[in-house]
């Protein structure tokens, strides 16, 4: 457990760690296919966990109407269609990486959402709600979104991607919801709350690091081949992280209050990368060519959401002094 522990405070040193692993490994060993088999149990140790934390109960509980649907239009209207400009701007003769940037405009916010609005005292009751709600709409939302924007060069098998999102996303919340009901009814809601819930996430970034080594390990004779494929990748994804971020902030000055506006940027600017990487591998036959494209995210969103939170802290202690 000190080990997941480390990685889950460490996330961007694991995922590099990882990279680093599997490159070497795909470069000593040619044909490494089978490693797909292990695809879908790591997808589902990576989802499962993170449903066991969720609080359910805030989806019937009444909250602020106007910043639930101003997130849930940013996650499945603005941030959609920027990814399409973006993939037409940058990757117009890669479609696995256009459809890589999609997936990840497509899967909104995660676990660390919380975190992050929790330690830049932000609403966090309403970013709980923005997890549960952006991950139920995105479940129908992103297999229509991706025929509607994928052009025919890219093959969309319509009954996979439904049928995984099934799996990897509505199953193991069933299976989160019962879980936590019976870890609540053994152990009470509280030691629930303080013992239990905080080791889940540790097996989720485990699952992630693991999914990573195996993306980079299929596809390191690619990257060999083509060693200007990270550049390529690499300075769309700061660029666009950076946009979404500037024009987010500016939008939550201008519409919510301190504390709301932060769950709003933390509910929009956190995407769910272990879901976009778990239906990339289990559904699309380019599947690591979409991932790596999604490895790179997690370490650009890392970093920003980490200077986002400090930021924020600083502004509010200026102002709390003032």
């Not at 941030?79 to 256009?98: E, H, N, Q, S």
């Not at 939008?251 to 990339?280: H, K, P, Q, V, Y």
């Amino acid at each position: 457990m000190r080990i997941l522990f480390w990685m889950q405070k460490h996330l961007v040193q694991s995922i590099l760690i990882g990279m680093v692993l599997g490159f070497l490994i795909g470069v000593l060993f040619d044909d490494l296919s089978y490693l797909r088999r292990f695809v879908t149990p790591l997808s589902v140790l990576m989802v499962y966990p993170m449903m066991v934390t969720l609080n359910y109960r805030s989806l019937l509980v009444r909250g602020n109407v106007k910043l639930q649907v101003v997130t849930q239009v940013i996650n499945f209207v603005y941030l959609p269609l920027l990814a399409v400009l973006f993939g037409v701007i940058f990757f117009r003769d890669y479609p696995a990486f256009r459809l890589g940037i999609l997936l990840i405009a497509l899967l909104p916010t995660s676990g660390m959402t919380v975190s992050w609005t929790v330690m830049a005292k932000g609403n966090v009751s309403e970013a709980i709600r923005m997890i549960v709600i952006g991950l139920m709409l995105a479940g129908f939302i992103t297999p229509l979104y991706i025929g509607l924007f994928m052009d025919e060069t890219t093959t969309i098998p319509f009954g996979n991607i439904f049928l995984q999102i099934i799996m990897i996303v509505f199953i193991p919340m069933f299976l989160g919801f019962l879980t936590q009901l019976l870890l609540k009814k053994r152990y009470g809601e509280q030691r629930f709350i303080r013992d239990i819930k905080p080791i889940f996430p540790a097996f989720s970034t485990l699952a992630v690091v693991l999914l990573i080594t195996m993306v980079m390990s299929m596809r390191a004779q690619m990257i060999v081949a083509n060693p200007d494929v990270l550049l390529v990748i690499t300075l769309p994804i700061v660029l666009g992280y950076v946009v979404m971020l500037v024009s987010l902030h500016f939008l939550g000055l201008w519409l919510f209050n301190r504390e709301d506006r932060i769950a709003m940027i933390n509910g929009t600017m956190i995407r769910s990368l272990s879901l976009a990487l778990a239906i990339a591998l289990t559904v699309f036959e380019e599947g690591a060519e979409i991932a790596l494209v999604i490895a790179i995210a997690y370490m650009v969103q890392v970093q920003l959401a980490a200077w986002y939170v400090k930021h924020s802290i600083k502004s509010f202690d200026r102002v709390e002094s003032v």
